[in-house]
């Protein structure tokens, strides 16, 4: 397909999905809400649910979910903080006990009135969202992590070193204002994402990761890096997959190097799944728990609850693709599973009515009631 049209189906496309996603969200908003019809519809499905014939309970049970306030890349859904509660009884009723903001702020976006990020220039938020995650998270009983902040200095340049300078004082405000205050803060997550070795990223994560450690008496840190395979392509092209994927063996020999140059002040390692093809999943996850039990650090997946197999970014993942990645990650003895992101791609109230057919399917799999 020439670059003209593929550009026209893509434009078609776009425009047809986001017609097609339009009314069955609103339908469903009605249903939910509205009187004695769709009550009776609901009647009628009680007690029917899928007959899976593959054995339940094989794979990892998603047990942590990134934040994703600023939506840097996917459409923001515009939540209150009602909203916001009842996502997080949507996570607490599937087993999450762990959310992770997946970063403070993006260039000049923040999710929180940061008075050093405001006197750089940075846009005041309508609201704390730092403080209500906290709340929140404290109210239903898990632990949340910190996402350090991204100026962007380091897409724009490769150079993660970048990121080192605003963090200092991000991380010492938000420990004294809000880490020291909340039981809910658990920890810290080093937002910046790598694939291989990267320009400053070694001593990037280390020097963030240490002062993270040195301001909270020693809460754990992680990163959440991806695989540089063949799905590792440009969000904004309409490509789905390259040919200069990575090797088992040339990822294992870049991510040794890098965890034995942080692993004393990183303490989990969580890669994105989303990269490699689904065969492909065995040989990269032994590699990934192979290298963190040889350093300490613990093995996580953050298992992708979003399709990159389509050219249109991006879309709630087809249950199986996301059942394979769980098996396969507890096959290769993984510590623990986290997801990019509930609250998008997988819950019942996402602007995504694929979402939360995506929420049915795990609980059925996972024999949740």
């Given at each position: 397909?020439?670059?003209?049209?593929?550009?026209?189906?893509?434009?078609?496309?776009?425009?047809?999905?986001?017609?097609?996603?339009?009314?069955?969200?609103v339908g469903n908003?009605?249903?939910?809400?509205?009187?004695?019809?769709?009550?009776?519809?609901?009647?009628?499905?009680?007690?029917?649910?899928?007959?899976?014939?593959?054995?339940?309970?094989?794979?990892?049970?998603?047990?942590?979910?990134?934040?994703?306030?600023?939506?840097?890349d996917i459409p923001h859904q515009n939540w209150g903080e009602k909203e916001w509660d009842r996502d997080f009884q949507h996570m607490k009723a599937i087993g999450i006990d762990t959310v992770i903001m997946i970063r403070s702020g993006y260039r000049k976006f923040i999710t929180f009135p940061s008075k050093y990020l405001l006197k750089k220039g940075c846009y005041m938020p309508s609201v704390d969202l730092l403080d209500m995650y906290l709340r929140l998270a404290q109210k239903y009983g898990m632990k949340f992590y910190f996402g350090l902040y991204d100026s962007g200095k380091y897409w724009d340049t490769g150079d993660l070193s970048w990121e080192i300078e605003d963090n200092k004082y991000v991380i010492d405000e938000v420990w004294q204002n809000y880490g020291s205050k909340y039981k809910s803060f658990g920890g810290w997550y080093i937002s910046g994402?790598?694939?291989?070795?990267?320009?400053?990223?070694?001593?990037?994560?280390?020097?963030?990761?240490?002062?993270?450690?040195?301001?909270?008496?020693?809460l754990p840190t992680f990163i959440s890096p991806w695989i540089d395979g063949k799905k590792a392509v440009e969000a904004a092209?309409?490509?789905?997959?390259?040919?200069?994927?990575?090797?088992?063996?040339?990822?294992?020999?870049?991510?040794?190097?890098?965890?034995?140059?942080?692993?004393?002040?990183v303490d989990a390692c969580a890669f994105q799944d989303?990269?490699?093809?689904?065969?492909?999943?065995?040989?990269?996850?032994?590699?990934?728990?192979?290298?963190?039990?040889?350093?300490g650090m613990k093995?996580?997946?953050?298992?992708?609850?979003?399709?990159?197999?389509?050219?249109?970014?991006?879309?709630?993942?087809?249950?199986?693709?996301?059942?394979?990645?769980?098996?396969a990650a507890k096959r290769a003895g993984y510590d623990k599973g986290i997801t990019f992101e509930f609250s998008h791609f997988m819950s019942p109230q996402s602007a995504y009515i694929q979402a939360g057919h995506l929420y049915e399917r795990y609980k059925e799999y996972f024999n949740i009631r």
């Amino acid at each position: 397909m020439g670059d003209n049209s593929r550009r026209n189906f893509l434009k078609k496309a776009s425009v047809a999905g986001a017609a097609a996603l339009a009314f069955p969200v609103v339908g469903n908003s009605m249903n939910s809400e509205s009187g004695s019809g769709s009550a009776s519809k609901h009647h009628l499905a009680e007690g029917v649910s899928s007959k899976l014939i593959v054995p339940k309970e094989n794979g990892l049970r998603i047990t942590g979910t990134f934040l994703d306030e600023i939506s840097h890349d996917i459409p923001h859904q515009n939540w209150g903080e009602k909203e916001w509660d009842r996502d997080f009884q949507h996570m607490k009723a599937i087993g999450i006990d762990t959310v992770i903001m997946i970063r403070s702020g993006y260039r000049k976006f923040i999710t929180f009135p940061s008075k050093y990020l405001l006197k750089k220039g940075c846009y005041m938020p309508s609201v704390d969202l730092l403080d209500m995650y906290l709340r929140l998270a404290q109210k239903y009983g898990m632990k949340f992590y910190f996402g350090l902040y991204d100026s962007g200095k380091y897409w724009d340049t490769g150079d993660l070193s970048w990121e080192i300078e605003d963090n200092k004082y991000v991380i010492d405000e938000v420990w004294q204002n809000y880490g020291s205050k909340y039981k809910s803060f658990g920890g810290w997550y080093i937002s910046g994402e790598i694939s291989r070795k990267t320009k400053g990223a070694i001593g990037a994560f280390h020097a963030m990761g240490k002062q993270c450690k040195d301001v909270s008496n020693g809460l754990p840190t992680f990163i959440s890096p991806w695989i540089d395979g063949k799905k590792a392509v440009e969000a904004a092209s309409g490509d789905i997959t390259k040919t200069n994927a990575v090797s088992v063996q040339e990822h294992e020999k870049e991510w040794g190097e890098i965890f034995d140059g942080i692993h004393d002040v990183v303490d989990a390692c969580a890669f994105q799944d989303g990269h490699i093809d689904y065969d492909e999943l065995d040989a990269f996850f032994s590699v990934n728990k192979k290298l963190a039990d040889k350093y300490g650090m613990k093995c996580w997946t953050n298992a992708e609850t979003f399709d990159r197999d389509m050219p249109i970014r991006f879309f709630p993942i087809k249950f199986d693709k996301l059942r394979l990645k769980l098996e396969a990650a507890k096959r290769a003895g993984y510590d623990k599973g986290i997801t990019f992101e509930f609250s998008h791609f997988m819950s019942p109230q996402s602007a995504y009515i694929q979402a939360g057919h995506l929420y049915e399917r795990y609980k059925e799999y996972f024999n949740i009631r």
